[in-house]
DNA sequence: CAGAGCTCCTGAATGC
DNA sequence: TGCATTCAGGAGCTCT
């Protein structure tokens, strides 16, 4: 499942292939997807993208008149293939460009989106965003403020994309436990340390899996076509019952916030 | 307002 | 072997 690292990765990978190129048309094979595809879509022609840039998990695709704006879902994923490529199961989109490539985008579970807006600033998906976790804004002291109110548990508090954007569940995981914290803290009891240091932790695993070239899970393939990787293995996050890395107890499974969680009850304090 | 639960979808895993 | 059932999962939306 694309997290933030897999789509950064996608969003350099592709950038050769679109920005300075002429979009010739947009095929949606597929509309129905989160939400329906933007209709205006169908309508590019003859436009120049100009950029490409991230926000959240959002792919955003900078052309002469508006923003494409791209989201993986969990399943999703976008590709770089010849114009008579054969067209696969769940290929939903297609962005025909101008070199001969196309931009294909496919995902089975159809939890991506694929919508247009004339104006980024006022876009209502990026209204309430948190900032992005590896910008300045995101501190320990900001962490600290945001959590004083906050009686959830921290692994839903970290996740919430108004506190911050791009903290999906594996990373999730993987940094409350090399903080040595337990999932199901309470927010508001954290110390400002503990915000220091979990701040530190998200930034350095989200960076380490960035420069990596993204997590290897199922269903996520890197633009040229080739699995991704993620060299580093993963800490906590599926190793249910197996020993923890640090100390040999058993990994512990719960379902927090409807989501899978990982911890070792000995190293991860409350 | 905060927080919990619901929802979209299909492939993989599990159950008999 | 095969069919039926269960489940995962990002994140906005609805309800309490």
Not at 49 to 56: D, G, K
Not at 116 to 138: M, R
Request: proline share 6%.
């Amino acid at each position: 499942m694309p997290e933030l690292p897999e789509v950064e990765t996608a969003k350099n990978g592709i950038e050769p292939y679109l920005k300075g190129f002429i979009i010739e048309r947009i095929v949606v094979r597929q509309p129905k997807l989160r939400w329906q595809v933007s209709e205006k879509l169908s309508e590019i022609s003859q436009q120049k993208v100009t950029a490409l840039s991230r926000r959240a998990k959002y792919l955003i695709i900078h052309i002469e008149q508006g923003y494409i704006i791209g989201h993986l879902g969990m399943s999703g994923s976008v590709r770089i293939v010849p114009h008579d490529s054969p067209v696969d199961k769940h290929d939903h989109v297609d962005i025909v460009m101008n070199n001969g490539k196309l931009l294909r985008y496919n995902d089975p579970r159809r939890f991506g989106a694929w919508l247009w807006t004339d104006n980024l600033a006022q876009f209502p998906l990026f209204a309430k965003l948190g900032p992005e976790p590896l910008s300045d804004e995101f501190n320990g002291a900001y962490l600290f403020e945001k959590s004083r109110k906050k009686t959830t548990a921290l692994k839903t508090f970290i996740m919430d994309n108004n506190i911050a954007v791009g903290v999906g569940n594996i990373y999730a995981n993987e940094s409350l436990f090399l903080c040595g914290l337990h999932p199901l803290k309470i927010a508001n009891t954290l110390t400002l340390t503990q915000c220091e240091l979990l701040v530190d932790t998200i930034k350095q695993v989200l960076s380490t899996a960035i420069a990596q070239g993204g997590t290897t899970l199922k269903d996520f393939l890197q633009p040229d076509g080739r699995p991704g990787y993620f060299a580093q293995e993963l800490l906590v996050y599926g190793r249910k019952a197996q020993p923890c890395l640090k100390c040999g107890y058993p990994i512990e499974s719960l379902v927090i916030g409807q989501r899978n969680s990982f911890c070792c009850p000995h190293c991860q304090i409350r």
